[in-house]
């Protein structure tokens, strides 16, 4: 210890380069950033599946969750609220507002019980909110979509969605 104490400090010796100019540091900070952007696709939008399953694997995933423990079911319902959203755009988008609007009430549906199934200890809560804020997102491009009376649905639905998203995340916090 006391040899380190000894040690006397290296004289700083001058550089013989010419410091960088800002405008040359920037330029290559945004070449990097660049090149790092065009060569790898954004992180978060390879975390969720963005496409519509089957009536029956609809069907599969409604009765996984409606038999799930009261722990894995604000997560599974979220599942759901996600994969009938996307359902949703998919209907909107192509012009089937009566569909769509039948989509939207059961995702209301499976907002509200998500919301009491909250109740319980839950797991996966901060996916389940993840998961939720994308679908909010989701919905809310959706709703551009949309004109008249079918756009007051989906903003009734996405308000709800909103609501779920709050409570979600009140309980991450709280956990």
Do not use: W
């Not at 040359?24 to 599946?49: K, Q, T, V």
């Amino acid at each position: 210890m006391s040899s380190l104490l000894r040690l006397a400090p290296l004289p700083i010796r001058p550089s013989r380069r010419s410091a960088p100019s800002l405008c040359a540091i920037s330029l290559g900070l945004f070449s990097a950033f660049a090149l790092s952007a065009s060569l790898s696709p954004p992180a978060r939008a390879a975390e969720f599946d963005e496409s519509i399953p089957t009536p029956q694997a609809l069907a599969m995933l409604e009765q996984r969750a409606s038999q799930a423990s009261p722990r894995e079911q604000p997560f599974l319902y979220t599942m759901l609220v996600h994969t009938m959203t996307e359902k949703a755009g998919k209907e909107i988008s192509d012009g089937d507002t009566t569909a769509a609007a039948a989509t939207l009430k059961q995702v209301n549906r499976y907002a509200h019980l998500i919301q009491a199934s909250l109740a319980h200890n839950t797991s996966q809560l901060k996916n389940a909110e993840m998961l939720m804020h994308h679908t909010t997102y989701r919905l809310g491009q959706f709703l551009h979509l949309v004109s008249g009376s079918d756009k007051d649905s989906v903003q009734d639905t996405l308000q709800q969605l909103n609501q779920v998203n709050d409570a979600l995340l009140t309980q991450v916090f709280q956990h």
